[in-house]
């Protein structure tokens, strides 16, 4: 849903808990776009359904974490253990594959078991799992109960790592090409101003916390800060060579029937040219409100924030 003004348009987020109730909503047109799972974004592609990825979410957030006092110091100690994984149709799940492969291990080397997201941390403090990869805060939430250790982060064994795409549907893009321009504007803009400063992450973390993910804003601030590159959002353009290696390994690995060509289910064409600039005076009313979410009572103060340095673009 959206509303409009002469500031712009005003998308209305909708949260979901499971992957299979994004799929469907995209399906049957409920939502106009989602953040979506990259394999799984390819698979509706494969299977006839109109849909496009024209943007991507952030790059990196993503971990494989172990028990916090689990013998486990190396990926080929994973073999034989159980791994807990979004989805089968999840990159993380891909990670896994790519990362047997390139130390020569056999595809049924590890135990991969379906869990929901929020269940992660929880199924590893049970021992239900040995370890688990999934996109954060959920890694983040592991290490700040005491639960789990990050093994690897995917910046560092998978640079630029794509957990989530965002998929619209032919239709939206047929006859309303404008709003999602708009909107792919907006997430660009939003991206750009999130890697300009460790202040305005925090920020975010309060507003996003509180109206979206109801999360606390330390969590989020744990996410955004140990370490400062633990995820990005400043270059979110979908790149044919990333996609290729992603459609390669889903291929390879039996999670896709066929090698779909870029142009099947990439419409790059809504990514914003030229030179990109962040918010400006856009940021002002999130700045407002988290000035006054830090006021509330019972809220705990920001962590330690540390000095963000930025990338060039």
């Known amino acids: 849903m959206t509303t ?15 992957w299979a109730t994004v799929k ?29 990825i024209v943007y991507l979410g952030h790059r990196d957030g993503s971990a494989l974490v172990v028990g916090k006092d689990s013998p486990i110091q190396s990926f080929e100690d994973l073999r034989g253990k159980v791994v807990a994984v979004p989805n089968r149709f999840a990159n993380q799940n891909l990670l896994l594959r790519k990362m047997m492969r390139e130390r020569g291990m056999p595809f049924d080397a590890i135990e991969t078991r379906d869990v929901p997201p929020p269940e992660h941390p929880t199924a590893l403090q049970a021992g239900a799992v040995d370890a688990f990869v999934v996109g954060e805060p959920f890694c983040a939430k592991a290490e700040m109960d005491g639960v789990g250790r990050v093994l690897y982060h995917t910046k560092d064994i ?19 090409p404008e709003l999602i321009a708009e909107l792919v504007s907006g997430i660009s803009k939003s991206g750009l101003w999130l890697d300009e400063s460790m202040e305005n992450r925090f920020d975010a973390s309060h507003v996003v916390g509180k109206h979206f993910y109801f999360q606390k804003p330390q969590l989020l601030q744990w996410v955004l800060s140990k370490p400062v590159d633990r995820v990005t959002y400043g270059d979110l353009k979908p790149i044919r060579a990333n996609f290729d290696e992603i459609m390669e390994l889903a291929f390879e690995t039996g999670i896709l029937p066929r090698r779909l060509r870029f142009e099947e289910y990439v419409d790059p064409s809504f990514v914003p040219a030229g030179e990109r600039s962040a918010w400006g005076v856009e940021a002002e009313t999130l700045r407002e409100e988290a000035a006054r979410l830090r006021l509330e009572p019972g809220t705990a103060p920001d962590l330690e924030m540390p000095e963000l340095k930025r990338r060039a673009q």
């Open 158 to 176: 998978w640079p630029g790592f794509i957990s989530c795409v965002l998929v619209v549907h032919q239709d939206f893009l047929d006859e309303q």
């Open 4 to 18: 409009h003004s002469e500031a712009g348009t005003v998308f209305t987020a909708r949260k979901f808990t499971d």
């Open 24 to 52: 469907e909503s995209i399906l049957s047109k409920k939502v106009g776009a989602s953040f979506l799972l990259a394999p799984m974004a390819m698979q509706l592609a494969a299977d006839g359904v109109p849909v496009k």
